[in-house]
Protein backbone atom coordinates (compact mmCIF):
# COMPACT_ATOMS: atom_id res chain seq x y z
CA UNK A 1 0.00 0.00 0.00
CA UNK A 2 2.35 2.70 0.86
CA UNK A 3 5.12 1.66 -2.37
CA UNK A 4 1.31 2.48 -3.76
CA UNK A 5 0.91 5.93 -2.53
CA UNK A 6 4.59 6.50 -3.20
CA UNK A 7 4.44 5.50 -6.71
CA UNK A 8 1.00 8.19 -6.54
CA UNK A 9 2.74 11.04 -5.36
CA UNK A 10 6.13 10.38 -7.90
CA UNK A 11 3.76 10.51 -10.85
CA UNK A 12 1.76 13.85 -9.21
CA UNK A 13 5.15 15.52 -8.71
CA UNK A 14 6.74 14.54 -12.30
CA UNK A 15 3.50 15.74 -14.27
CA UNK A 16 3.70 19.19 -15.66
CA UNK A 17 2.34 22.14 -13.85
CA UNK A 18 -0.30 23.94 -15.50
CA UNK A 19 -1.20 27.30 -15.57
CA UNK A 20 -4.29 28.61 -13.35
CA UNK A 21 -6.92 29.09 -16.44
CA UNK A 22 -9.58 30.80 -15.60
CA UNK A 23 -12.70 31.92 -17.22
CA UNK A 24 -15.73 33.70 -16.36
CA UNK A 25 -18.82 35.70 -17.56
CA UNK A 26 -20.16 38.61 -15.42
CA UNK A 27 -22.41 41.27 -16.10
CA UNK A 28 -21.38 45.29 -15.46
CA UNK A 29 -23.44 47.66 -15.31
CA UNK A 30 -22.63 50.21 -17.44
CA UNK A 31 -21.07 47.89 -20.49
CA UNK A 32 -23.53 44.80 -20.23
CA UNK A 33 -21.96 41.01 -20.24
CA UNK A 34 -17.92 40.54 -20.36
CA UNK A 35 -16.05 37.78 -20.74
CA UNK A 36 -12.72 37.13 -18.20
CA UNK A 37 -10.37 35.16 -18.82
CA UNK A 38 -7.74 35.07 -16.38
CA UNK A 39 -4.12 33.43 -16.96
CA UNK A 40 -2.07 32.89 -13.81
CA UNK A 41 1.76 31.06 -12.86
CA UNK A 42 3.50 28.50 -15.21
CA UNK A 43 2.30 28.33 -18.94
CA UNK A 44 2.75 24.53 -19.92
CA UNK A 45 1.53 21.96 -22.32
CA UNK A 46 -2.22 21.69 -22.16
CA UNK A 47 -3.11 25.17 -21.41
CA UNK A 48 -4.74 25.88 -24.88
CA UNK A 49 -6.75 23.37 -24.22
CA UNK A 50 -8.25 24.48 -20.67
CA UNK A 51 -8.85 27.65 -22.14
CA UNK A 52 -10.39 26.35 -25.51
CA UNK A 53 -12.88 24.89 -23.20
CA UNK A 54 -13.03 27.80 -20.67
CA UNK A 55 -14.30 29.82 -23.77
CA UNK A 56 -16.71 27.07 -24.98
CA UNK A 57 -18.08 27.06 -21.82
CA UNK A 58 -19.39 30.80 -22.06
CA UNK A 59 -20.82 30.70 -25.46
CA UNK A 60 -22.67 33.88 -26.75
CA UNK A 61 -22.12 37.89 -27.63
CA UNK A 62 -20.35 39.56 -24.84
CA UNK A 63 -19.64 43.97 -24.71
CA UNK A 64 -16.32 43.15 -23.95
CA UNK A 65 -13.13 39.94 -23.43
CA UNK A 66 -10.62 40.80 -21.12
CA UNK A 67 -7.84 38.97 -20.69
CA UNK A 68 -6.10 39.41 -17.07
CA UNK A 69 -2.46 38.89 -17.16
CA UNK A 70 -0.26 37.50 -13.75
CA UNK A 71 1.78 34.92 -15.14
CA UNK A 72 5.83 34.62 -14.62
CA UNK A 73 5.95 32.52 -18.44
CA UNK A 74 6.61 29.03 -18.99
CA UNK A 75 6.11 27.35 -22.82
CA UNK A 76 6.53 30.16 -25.23
CA UNK A 77 5.01 28.02 -27.84
CA UNK A 78 1.94 27.23 -25.85
CA UNK A 79 1.55 30.71 -25.35
CA UNK A 80 1.66 31.58 -29.03
CA UNK A 81 -0.78 29.15 -29.55
CA UNK A 82 -3.14 30.36 -26.50
CA UNK A 83 -2.53 34.24 -27.93
CA UNK A 84 -4.09 33.41 -31.87
CA UNK A 85 -6.99 31.80 -30.04
CA UNK A 86 -7.24 34.72 -27.39
CA UNK A 87 -7.20 37.65 -30.43
CA UNK A 88 -9.35 35.74 -32.96
CA UNK A 89 -12.03 35.59 -30.12
CA UNK A 90 -11.62 39.41 -29.60
CA UNK A 91 -9.85 39.72 -26.61
CA UNK A 92 -8.28 42.79 -24.79
CA UNK A 93 -5.33 42.28 -22.46
CA UNK A 94 -4.52 43.91 -19.09
CA UNK A 95 -1.47 43.81 -16.90
CA UNK A 96 -3.29 44.90 -13.38
CA UNK A 97 -1.65 47.12 -10.79
CA UNK A 98 -0.42 44.02 -8.67
CA UNK A 99 0.31 42.08 -11.42
CA UNK A 100 3.19 40.81 -13.44
CA UNK A 101 3.79 39.34 -17.02
CA UNK A 102 7.54 37.90 -17.45
CA UNK A 103 9.14 35.75 -20.44
CA UNK A 104 6.39 34.06 -22.35
CA UNK A 105 3.38 36.24 -21.12
CA UNK A 106 4.58 38.74 -23.40
CA UNK A 107 3.10 36.75 -26.20
CA UNK A 108 -0.47 36.19 -24.50
CA UNK A 109 -0.26 40.12 -24.07
CA UNK A 110 0.90 40.84 -27.59
CA UNK A 111 -2.27 38.94 -28.55
CA UNK A 112 -4.45 41.73 -26.86
CA UNK A 113 -6.88 44.03 -29.63
CA UNK A 114 -6.02 46.62 -26.99
CA UNK A 115 -3.11 46.18 -24.56
CA UNK A 116 -3.16 47.79 -21.03
CA UNK A 117 -0.21 47.43 -18.68
CA UNK A 118 -0.37 48.81 -14.89
CA UNK A 119 2.09 45.93 -13.80
CA UNK A 120 4.96 44.96 -14.88
CA UNK A 121 5.84 43.44 -17.85
CA UNK A 122 9.66 41.49 -18.16
CA UNK A 123 11.23 40.00 -21.00
CA UNK A 124 14.14 37.18 -21.35
CA UNK A 125 14.86 34.39 -23.94
CA UNK A 126 13.12 31.29 -23.31
CA UNK A 127 14.84 28.15 -21.27
CA UNK A 128 15.53 25.86 -23.63
CA UNK A 129 15.72 22.26 -21.76
CA UNK A 130 17.55 20.77 -23.78
CA UNK A 131 20.79 23.14 -22.65
CA UNK A 132 21.52 26.64 -24.23
CA UNK A 133 23.81 25.34 -27.34
CA UNK A 134 22.81 26.70 -30.37
CA UNK A 135 21.52 23.53 -31.50
CA UNK A 136 19.25 23.03 -28.34
CA UNK A 137 18.17 26.37 -29.09
CA UNK A 138 17.20 25.97 -32.08
CA UNK A 139 15.11 22.96 -31.37
CA UNK A 140 13.53 24.89 -28.45
CA UNK A 141 12.59 27.86 -30.49
CA UNK A 142 8.99 28.08 -31.05
CA UNK A 143 8.31 29.06 -34.44
CA UNK A 144 8.80 32.27 -35.66
CA UNK A 145 8.14 34.28 -32.77
CA UNK A 146 8.84 37.88 -34.89
CA UNK A 147 6.12 36.60 -37.09
CA UNK A 148 3.55 35.82 -34.40
CA UNK A 149 4.66 39.34 -32.86
CA UNK A 150 4.45 40.99 -36.33
CA UNK A 151 0.55 39.19 -36.88
CA UNK A 152 -0.43 41.03 -33.36
CA UNK A 153 0.89 44.21 -34.50
CA UNK A 154 3.52 44.35 -31.47
CA UNK A 155 7.23 44.94 -33.14
CA UNK A 156 9.18 42.78 -34.43
CA UNK A 157 12.03 43.78 -32.89
CA UNK A 158 10.99 42.85 -29.60
CA UNK A 159 11.42 38.96 -30.05
CA UNK A 160 15.08 40.09 -31.14
CA UNK A 161 15.56 42.17 -27.89
CA UNK A 162 14.12 38.98 -25.73
CA UNK A 163 16.92 36.41 -27.66
CA UNK A 164 19.18 38.83 -26.27
CA UNK A 165 18.57 38.71 -22.90
CA UNK A 166 20.07 35.36 -20.98
CA UNK A 167 16.91 33.03 -19.36
CA UNK A 168 18.23 33.31 -16.01
CA UNK A 169 17.90 37.61 -16.15
CA UNK A 170 14.65 40.17 -16.62
CA UNK A 171 14.37 43.27 -18.22
CA UNK A 172 11.57 45.15 -17.07
CA UNK A 173 10.32 47.15 -19.50
CA UNK A 174 9.60 50.78 -19.00
CA UNK A 175 6.52 53.00 -20.07
CA UNK A 176 8.83 54.12 -23.36
CA UNK A 177 9.69 50.37 -23.76
CA UNK A 178 6.04 49.64 -24.25
CA UNK A 179 4.87 51.95 -26.49
CA UNK A 180 8.06 51.77 -28.42
CA UNK A 181 6.74 47.48 -28.95
CA UNK A 182 3.12 48.73 -28.82
CA UNK A 183 2.43 47.09 -25.62
CA UNK A 184 0.69 49.54 -24.20
Known amino acids: MIRIALLCVAALCASPVLAKVEVEAAEQKNIGRILIAKISEDIAPGDYEALFKGLQA???????????????????????????????????????????????????????????????????????????????????????????????????SLAADMQAIEPQRMRVLSADDLARYRLN
Open 58 to 156: HPGKFARKILLLDNIGGSAAEAMRMGRLLRETGFDTLVPAKGVCQGSCVYLLAAGRKKTVRGYVGIHRPHFPAGESAQARLGGMPADPAGYLRDMGVAP
